[in-house]
């Protein structure tokens, strides 16, 4: 596997995003309406991504976006959000995800942030897991995502994240 950092105009990384819709669309669209997400999953400024290739195929990607974040203290913490992370069904259980979400977290602890932001659902069991096993805990819905109940966000410090 190679996994190649690139940005939101990557056209691997765009057809990615589809599959992921369309994925999404099949497995929890009957339960969820979806299309109120589509506001939030916008590629324009995403300016880091990684794109999942084997044997020139793209097989998965995933990125990050910059996320300002305030604790209640009024201090900033430098915070980024994970967008967009999907690997191929025929590629799905081989740690290809676990593997492009450390590199992601990498990237962005290379960048300078100090927290990883993500929101997801509690019915995509398989990336909830991989997102604990990576060490992000369960917080209150943040930002766009605070009235739907169907998201599940969660949160991990860069710094504190397992090897």
Known sequence: MEYVRTDGKNRDFIENCAMLDAYLDRRVGKKIQRDKYSKFN????????????????????????????????????????????????????????????????????????????????????ESCAVYRKLGFEVIPNYGPYVDMAESLCMAGNLAKKPS
Do not use: C, H, N
């Open 42 to 125: 916008k590629l324009d400024d995403i300016k880091e991504a990684i794109v999942v290739y084997e044997e020139e195929m793209p097989v998965g990607g995933g990125a990050i976006r910059k996320y300002f974040s305030v604790e209640k203290d009024g201090s900033e913490v430098k915070t980024v959000e994970l967008k967009r992370v999907f690997i191929r069904p025929d590629f799905q259980g081989r740690g290809i995800g676990t593997r492009l979400v450390s590199l992601l977290m990498e990237w962005a602890e290379e960048l300078g942030y100090e927290r990883m932001l993500l929101e997801t659902g509690e019915l995509l069991t």
